[in-house]
């Protein structure tokens, strides 16, 4: 199986190009139809070689449509056996279930919505991380980490940012641990606070 990875958030289609060729080792010089040749050519070769291919295209929300039906119309010519995979945000299905766009949600042979996480299976996330990383589950204490989880609602990325922003902040305050006073001290920041924290 080869895989190919777009998870830049420049989704034009010239970049979408660039990064294919370059995932697959070839020149990404010249025109677009160029490029197009190049890469249909070595997915065959891979093909006939007995290999599958994935591509993944992150942040595909931030895509174009018009981008995504050109690759649509080159992923076409590709070899039965390929998979195209599009992670985003929800808006990517809703912009797919528009009526115009009808030719790229015919194609859709599976599609999942991630749900938030619970409480414990967040917790267990936050743990996970700091085993990955070498860290102690002591690293933060247990309101600290009660305080993260409930502020994060579930959201993996609202976890990791909140995270990586109270570990900063214990370094800068030269603590080993990351108690309720630094998560407090991390919460206050703008970016943090809802709209309505932030009227005068």
Not at 74 to 98: C, V, W
Not at 129 to 156: K, M, P, W
Request: aromatic share 4%; net charge neutral.
């Amino acid at each position: 199986m080869v895989v190919v990875s777009v998870n830049r958030t420049m989704h034009t289609y010239t970049n979408t190009l660039k990064i294919l060729c370059g995932a697959f080792g070839i020149d990404h010089e010249g025109v677009h139809v160029t490029c197009e040749k190049r890469i249909l050519e070595e997915a065959h070769a891979l093909n006939r070689s007995g290999k599958m291919l994935v591509t993944i295209i992150d942040e595909a929300h931030l895509m174009d449509i018009d981008v995504l039906r050109k690759l649509r119309l080159m992923f076409d010519e590709f070899p039965k056996n390929h998979n195209l995979i599009l992670t985003g945000q929800t808006q990517l299905i809703g912009n797919m279930s528009l009526k115009a766009n009808e030719d790229i949600r015919s194609r859709i042979t599976y599609s999942v919505a991630l749900k938030k996480l619970n409480p414990d299976d967040m917790l267990d996330f936050m743990l996970a991380q700091l085993d990955a990383v070498g860290l102690g589950h002591n690293t933060f204490s247990q309101e600290a980490a009660a305080l993260i989880v409930r502020t994060a609602d579930g959201i993996i990325r609202r976890t990791r940012n909140l995270c990586i922003s109270c570990l900063l902040e214990a370094v800068r305050d030269r603590k080993r641990t990351v108690d309720l006073d630094t998560v407090n001290a991390v919460l206050i920041q703008p970016h943090w606070r809802n709209d309505y924290d932030l009227q005068s």
